[in-house]
């Protein structure tokens, strides 16, 4: 089973994206999914994550601007992501961790924005 992350783009500053995560296939006992992010020459970074029940925690940089949700019977997730700023710009990575403590990387999608 594989993530397949989509939605990003080039956009300028101020304006928004929305990414999608969506398994390739059948995922069982899902639980945190979530949101992470690598720009060029940093490390990976948490973006957002939601539980199952929906409680959501952010970054710092992207409160008040990005939303994460989830539809647990897909198991799917989407990142809405408003008031781009140019320090967005980086590779996002969807990403699950099951009640098994397995997990999976989504294989990541290019957001870039413009000054």
């Known amino acids: 089973v594989q993530l397949q992350a989509s939605g990003g783009g080039l956009v300028q500053a101020g304006g928004s994206l929305r990414l999608s995560c969506v398994p390739s296939?059948?995922?069982?006992?899902?639980?945190?999914m979530g949101w992470y992010r690598q720009a060029p020459g940093k490390q990976r970074e948490l973006v957002a994550e939601?539980?199952?029940?929906?409680?959501?925690n952010y970054a710092d940089s992207v409160k008040g601007r990005f939303t994460i949700s989830r539809d647990n019977a897909k198991n799917t997730m989407s990142l809405q992501m408003n008031s781009l700023k140019p320090e967005d710009t980086a590779v996002y990575y969807c990403?699950?961790?099951?009640?098994?403590?397995?997990?999976?990387w989504g294989q990541g999608t290019q957001v870039t924005v413009s000054s």
């Open positions: 939601i539980t199952p029940r929906g409680n959501a």
């Open positions: 296939g059948s995922i069982f006992s899902i639980n945190i």
């Open positions: 990403h699950v961790v099951t009640w098994g403590a397995s997990e999976l």
